[in-house]
């Protein structure tokens, strides 16, 4: 039979009253605050619908009368029901087009961006812990530190997030007073030499198959889960000033780049010639970094794992020389002794289609600047196909060709053109020098590995295509079967992945030269 013991009853009862007090207490004032302003428009005023309704809630806001009863509803409601502050989050935020970049250092420093939609108040709660939407279990915050309101049809939040350790997995939602965002994950660089891979690639439309064509490589994105991403330019169709175009680039990169399980990819953008009506536009959109107190002048470096790996964001759409290149020599000069040095830019030297022209003038300002100083690979796009070259230098030399030699032992490696989504064309100018080349949607997958076990530090490149055309124009995308990796092992080959294989039957192309023979 069951028995009733009042007094425990009421004991725990008065227990229960006094926990619910004390964090009624505690939380009253953070309600307030955080209800008051979002629900009502007092103090900052947010989620207008108009003028007259935001006079009614001013109007409202200072009447004691009501302040008393409508925080008293919620105070009950959370004294009555445990479960009020996992409730709390149930309504998501306004907000949308989520996008990483990389501005700072990337071994503690994230940039989080995003498009707001309702209000003016938003904030990132993040923390190595995952507490899933439960936002105030967040250990840190981070409120924008600067927004620009209207720009292409978007209001563009920027909250960098600091002081973050390396080599770490960070947890965020954005919370705003409409709700919290879905829980979303990234992971900083490290700050000492160890394996990691990434991708590169770039040129993307926006309509048509070329569309198709780059969401299907936005999968690929998330099925190999690289520690970054560096997109070589050329975001959307025309002249990079069509906000609906823009909207739909970063819409596809957020939703299909973010893994299943929330993990969010970081871009390195650079720079590309259907960006060049607006020469600020990076800047604007992702915070990419600018010099010489210009936002025109969007170039930057980014440097992780201490001395090992150094990337470099060039603009082929500037002068290459002048500024851009006394910058160059600079950045170069300072990272002669990293092991990895990488540069991204736009244009290629000399493309390898019959399309393009070739660019003489970049060229002589940077080729040579690449050589003496060490640059291992250069990352191009612009014409729409696959090409990798064997690792060359300049020179005018007997058996030169276009201002090139081989040479194995310290040239630079020329990978790249592009066609992450458009349309490819024919690789009809391959020169003595070209090691392959190919036309289709690719992307690069690159393995960077620190010196391990008598073993060099190494760059292994894998060509992923991610869509072909038949002679019929009819396309065939290759992204759907692909096997996605998981955290523990993003060097494994997944299966399904279709990669290009050359002549010599390597599916990957490795450097130094010399491991190839290995």
Not at 157 to 167: G, M
Request: proline content about 5%.
């Amino acid at each position: 039979m069951f028995k009733y013991n009042t007094c425990s009853n009421i004991k725990n009862y008065k227990r229960l009253v006094c926990i619910r007090w004390r964090h009624s207490v505690m939380l009253l004032d953070g309600i307030h605050q955080l209800l008051y302003s979002c629900l009502i428009g007092f103090r900052l005023n947010t989620c207008r619908n108009n003028d007259k309704q935001s006079q009614r809630h001013r109007n409202i806001g200072i009447n004691p009368f009501f302040r008393v009863p409508f925080f008293s509803v919620f105070f009950l409601f959370y004294f009555i029901n445990p479960l009020f502050a996992a409730n709390a989050s149930d309504e998501h935020a306004a907000s949308n087009k989520y996008r990483l970049v990389w501005t700072d250092d990337p071994t503690s420093t994230m940039t989080v961006i995003w498009d707001q939609l309702k209000g003016n108040e938003a904030s990132v709660y993040y923390g190595e812990t995952d507490h899933g939407r439960q936002y105030w279990k967040y250990k840190l915050r981070q409120a924008p530190q600067s927004k620009r309101w209207l720009y292409y049809n978007m209001n563009t939040f920027y909250a960098k997030l600091q002081n973050l350790k390396p080599d770490a997995t960070y947890y965020f939602v954005i919370k705003d007073c409409t709700g919290t965002s879905d829980r979303y994950y990234f992971r900083t660089a490290p700050d000492k030499p160890k394996a990691f891979t990434f991708i590169a690639g770039g040129d993307t439309k926006s309509s048509g198959k070329p569309l198709e064509a780059g969401r299907a490589s936005n999968k690929m994105v998330a099925r190999l889960r690289p520690l970054f991403v560096m997109f070589n330019g050329d975001f959307n169709s025309g002249d990079g000033t069509y906000p609906d175009r823009w909207q739909q680039w970063l819409t596809d990169w957020f939703e299909l780049t973010t893994t299943a399980d929330g993990r969010m990819i970081p871009l390195v953008p650079v720079h590309g010639n259907h960006e060049n009506g607006n020469l600020t536009v990076l800047h604007r959109i992702f915070a990419s970094p600018f010099q010489y107190a210009n936002e025109n002048n969007v170039y930057y470096s980014l440097t992780f794992g201490g001395d090992f790996f150094h990337i470099i964001a060039l603009n082929s759409e500037l002068d290459e020389g002048g500024d851009q290149r006394k910058w160059l020599e600079a950045d170069l000069s300072a990272h002669r002794n990293d092991v990895f040095k990488i540069a991204g830019y736009h244009k290629p030297f000399h493309p390898h289609t019959q399309k393009k022209p070739e660019n003489e003038y970049q060229y002589e300002q940077w080729a040579g600047l690449f050589y003496e100083y060490g640059l291992n690979i250069s990352l191009d796009g612009d014409s729409h196909m696959h090409k990798i070259t064997y690792p060359l230098k300049p020179s005018t030399e007997k058996g030169s060709f276009q201002g090139f030699v081989r040479d194995d032992e310290k040239g630079t490696m020329f990978i790249g053109e592009g066609s992450w989504g458009a349309y490819p064309r024919d690789n009809n100018d391959d020169k003595p020098w070209t090691l392959q080349s190919v036309s289709c949607n690719q992307v690069k997958w690159i393995h960077v590995r620190p010196e391990k076990d008598a073993q060099p530090a190494s760059l292994e490149i894998f060509t992923v295509i991610t869509g072909q055309y038949e002679e019929n124009d009819e396309q065939t995308l290759f992204v759907d079967a692909v096997e996605s990796l998981s955290e523990s092992d993003v060097f494994q080959i997944p299966a399904n992945i279709k990669f290009f294989v050359g002549n010599d039957s390597l599916k990957s192309v490795k450097y130094p030269f010399y491991l190839n023979n290995q």
